[in-house]
């Protein structure tokens, strides 16, 4: 196949929107996360428990529906752990969700084990079913590619503008800016700085569990180790990439997506290049783009800092 041929840059594209929405559904929620001053490095292990829990709910209730609920569910009560260990027992932010992410590697695909063993063919789980657009499916090139996806893709696409509203629109948004640029003055007021922070929090658990959810019953229906494959990370990075903005992080969430996807295309094209340097493709471009923001933007102020009311 010719890699300038329609047929090669439809499915690269389609690619692209399918495998953006796990790193943008993360990405979003950490924002919220960050704008209230909370560093979740836990995303991976979110993304990674949300996922084996969503694919437990599809396979045992043989209903995608109950899978996303138990992946989102399973989310929020990890996000919520993640608060309380930052906000509440004020453990480093970096160490807790290393601790976080570890932990999550260990525990699912140990329980993966013990409930399925080790088998020639993996299970199968009930996966979301496509939802094709009336009449927009059907308009040449942009159909295929946006218009034929299940409804978690769809649903990402809408949390950007819905975000965007929240933060800078609503007054919840703003006290969760405040919080994260100068928690002792939001105190002041009589607005609770943790509770504020275990919002946030909560929200991007809740939203990263979408995106592990996404991962085994959106796109594959099974699951296996390591799952996420460093999405929750290169999630972090879009979030500094899109400077703390959901269009922003919409933007850096396409180009990451995008390398994912090419790299599988060439793989499948069968170039005469090691897998091992095309499977690489998306982290080189995530720490490039990195290396091009970091320094040059500005996150919030309180950003990754503990806060204790005093007297």
Known sequence: MNILSMTFIVGLLTATVRMMVPILLSALGETYSERAGILNIGLEGIMLISAFCAFLGSYYFNSAAVGVLFGA??????????AFLSVTLQINQMISGIA???AAAGLTSFFYRVMFGVLPIPPQAKSLPV???????????????????????????????????ILYKTSFGLKIRAVGENPKAVDTVGVSVNGVRYS??????????????????????????????????????????GKWNPKGVLFASVIFAFADALQL????????????FLVMLPYVLTVVALA????????????GKAYSKEG
């Open 265 to 276: 295309r060439l793989q499948s094209l069968g170039f005469q290049i090691p897998y091992q």
């Open 131 to 165: 939802l094709e657009i009336p009449v927009l499916k059907n308009i040449p090139f942009l159909g295929e590619i946006l218009f034929q996806h299940n409804i978690l893709v769809y649903a990402a696409f809408i949390l950007v503008p819905v975000s965007s509203i």
């Open 292 to 303: 091009g923001v970091v320094g040059r933007s500005k996150g919030p102020a309180a950003l």
């Open 200 to 241: 946030a929090v909560c929200i991007c658990g809740l939203l990263t569990g979408l995106a592990g959810t996404c991962l085994t019953i959106g796109q594959l229906n099974m699951f296996m180790d390591n799952i996420s494959a460093g999405r929750g990370f290169i999630a972090l990075a879009a979030v500094i990439f």
């Open 73 to 82: 569910a399973s989310g929020l009560l990890v996000g919520l752990v993640a």
């Open 100 to 102: 976080l992410n570890m």
